[in-house]
């Protein structure tokens, strides 16, 4: 099956700076990856996604880019807010399945 | 609008008792999920009802049972709770496969199992 590795599991980052967080997946026939971001006491809610036919993807601050040669893709935020901290979540799956394979998740923490 | 309502938010049971937890969405949405959420381990897939009437296991499946009750509703029971069965559960829902759209979650049941 499916595994998804994450890095890093905690990232702090000053406000203003830059957060970057990547996965990678070992199944080629995978090409869904959506991002979860989880606040404290909730749960998971979907920031952004992309698709295998897609190599980059932006929402304002945040943007996800993927290399299916590599098998990984990453999730960047700039310019960085407090409310910004939270756990998220990679997560991998072939088109159609119904079966999502989730990284490990990364805390970040945004200091102001 | 609710979204995915998960009942009871906290539980403790005493190995071996059983429990059953509650999950109803109202957005009308075809697919519904048990992850279960453990330190350091991520969301690991239950069960998963692609529609009503459909139940299916997930990667982790041994001590649970699901039904899915209508289209809204959609439970997990654990019928001899056991201390490995200490975690956050998270119920989803999605009009489709996961694989390509976005599932809905709810706020989560801890679960102590002592």
């Known amino acids: 099956g499916e595994n998804v590795e994450q890095h890093p599991s905690t990232l702090s980052v000053q406000e203003g700076d830059s957060a970057v967080i990547k996965c990678t997946y070992s199944?080629?026939?995978?090409?869904?990856f959506p991002w979860y971001k989880q606040e404290l006491g909730k749960g998971p809610q979907l920031i952004i996604d992309?698709?295998?036919?897609?190599g980059e993807k932006k929402d304002q601050r945040i943007a996800v880019t993927l290399n299916k040669t590599a098998k990984h893709f990453s999730l960047h935020i700039t310019e960085t807010q407090p409310e910004d901290s939270a756990v998220y979540f990679c997560?991998?799956?072939?088109?159609?399945?119904?079966?999502?394979?989730f990284g490990k998740g990364t805390k970040l923490s945004v200091i102001p | 609008n609710a979204g995915v309502t998960q009942t009871p938010k906290f539980q403790v049971l005493k190995t071996g008792q059983s429990m059953t937890l509650q999950c109803a969405q109202d957005?009308?949405?075809?697919?519904m999920y048990w992850y279960r959420q453990d330190p350091g381990m991520g969301l690991r897939l239950i069960y998963y009802?692609?529609?009503?009437?459909?139940?299916d296991k997930g990667e982790v499946p041994n001590g649970y049972n699901v039904s899915r009750l209508n289209k809204r509703e959609f439970s997990l029971r654990l019928e001899s709770a056991a201390p490995s069965q200490t975690s956050v559960y998270f119920c989803?829902?999605?009009?489709?496969?996961?694989?390509?759209?976005?599932?809905?979650f709810g706020q989560g049941t801890r679960l102590t199992v002592v």
């Open positions: 009802s692609a529609s009503e009437g459909t139940t």
């Open positions: 992309i698709r295998s036919n897609v």
């Open positions: 997560a991998a799956a072939w088109y159609g399945s119904y079966q999502l394979t």
């Open positions: 989803a829902s999605s009009e489709g496969p996961g694989g390509y759209t976005e599932a809905f």
């Open positions: 199944d080629s026939a995978s090409n869904y």
């Open positions: 957005m009308n949405h075809n697919s």
